[in-house]
């Protein structure tokens, strides 16, 4: 009999498991949740709802009440609609589905850490393409980028992360047109953008639009994701899903913060406003600051244990400062105006 532990897949030895720190410090500003918890309203109506639930049963497996209210708010059938456990389990289902050994991904650097990670996990081959110097990406660029590599997939986040950059639409536009594969866009953070792609669905047919209730729906704990695609792309991923993948449970969630879109959005404005006004402080304080329309900053300084003189302050941001083409980069979630005046104090004077 062995007692030696089983390795794991190979080409899993070098992966490390997907996260930031979670430390507990006074002022997180770090993974780009709203500051807000959702009102009471929501958490009431939830509550009342979830009596109703018959637990001992499997939940509808099509999610297709929550699929049909999400469609309602874009005006497209739930046949055009897909939900999951948050937009990465979507966009692991996109990879399972699409990807695989003999199949290529086309992403952009900087991006977002977790899509090189779901596409190995998925046995998805990553190639890569550079952003510009400002984190944009031109038509041209796009263009060249899809015709070099000629990929399966195409994959970025709009507004990106972690630059916050939102690349122009004629670049999406050119993503789509100059290959044959499925253009992913990630819009994680589309509710604080002054756009979204959602307009090009009629113009471009394999585009697919990644959405999440993490971020401006202030559901990050409760897991839930969608994506607006073509119906054959929602029968792909139907292959790949897992059975009764999406819960009762986060599927009242989501029909309950559907009915209070207004309440659970509410608090946007005042983070767009926010981010404005520390970007301007950033500004201020000499640092290159992207330009951003998440809801959060990416900045870069020379000082090179910012990171840590913040966090000896209480206040813990994300270290990027290590990435490729991220050289001396941090993020910071924009908070509630006194977290961000206290972040904004702490660089001062960690800056002196
Ligand atoms: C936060 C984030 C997500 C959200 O993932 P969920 O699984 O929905 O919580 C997706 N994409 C990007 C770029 C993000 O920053």
Redesign the pocket.
């Known amino acids: 009999m062995s007692a030696d532990p089983v390795p794991v897949r190979d080409d899993l030895l070098e992966v490390e498991p997907y996260g930031a720190p979670q430390l507990d410090v006074a002022v997180q500003l770090n ?2 949740e709203p500051p807000y918890p959702p009102p009471a309203a929501y958490t009431e109506l939830l509550c009342a709802r979830l009596g109703g639930l018959r637990l001992n049963r499997y939940p509808d497996r099509r999610a297709w009440g929550l699929r049909g209210e999400l469609g309602a708010r874009f005006g497209v059938p739930p046949e055009e609609v897909w939900a999951a ?7 692991a289902q996109l990879f399972q589905a699409y990807g695989g050994a003999d199949r290529t991904l086309l992403l952009f650097r900087p991006g ?1 850490s ?2 090189p990670l779901i596409a190995k996990v998925a046995g998805t081959p990553v190639v890569e393409a550079d952003l510009d110097a400002g984190f944009s990406l031109s038509a041209g660029a796009a263009r060249a980028a899809v015709q070099a590599h000629d990929p399966d997939i195409v994959c970025i ?1 709009r507004p ?2 972690p630059t916050g950059v939102s690349i122009p639409f004629e670049a999406v536009r050119a993503l789509h047109d100059s290959g044959r594969g499925l253009v992913i866009i ?1 819009e ?2 589309a509710e604080f953008a002054v756009d979204d792609v959602t307009a090009l669905r009629g113009e471009l047919p394999r585009l697919v639009v ?1 959405r ?4 401006a729906w202030r559901l ?1 704990g409760a ?3 969608y994506m607006l695609a073509p119906p054959w792309v929602v029968d792909g991923v139907r292959r790949v899903r897992l059975p009764y993948h999406l819960d009762a449970l986060t599927q009242a969630a989501g029909l309950a913060a559907l009915e209070l879109e207004k309440e659970m959005t509410a608090h946007v404005p005042e983070v767009i406003a926010e981010r404005d006004r520390i970007r301007g402080a950033l500004l201020a304080l000499g640092l290159e600051v992207a330009e951003s329309s998440g809801n959060f900053l990416l900045f870069r300084s020379t000082a090179t244990d910012l990171f840590d003189r913040l966090l000896a302050k209480g206040v813990l941001v994300r270290d990027f400062s290590s990435a490729p083409r991220l050289e001396g980069a941090l993020r910071v979630t924009v908070g509630t105006p006194e977290e961000n005046d206290r972040f904004v104090n702490a660089l001062e004077e960690s800056l002196i």
């Open positions: 993974t780009n456990n948050g937009s990465n389990e979507v966009l977002y977790a899509h986040a990106n992360a990630d994680a953070y990644t999440t209730f993490s971020k990050a897991r839930l994701g």
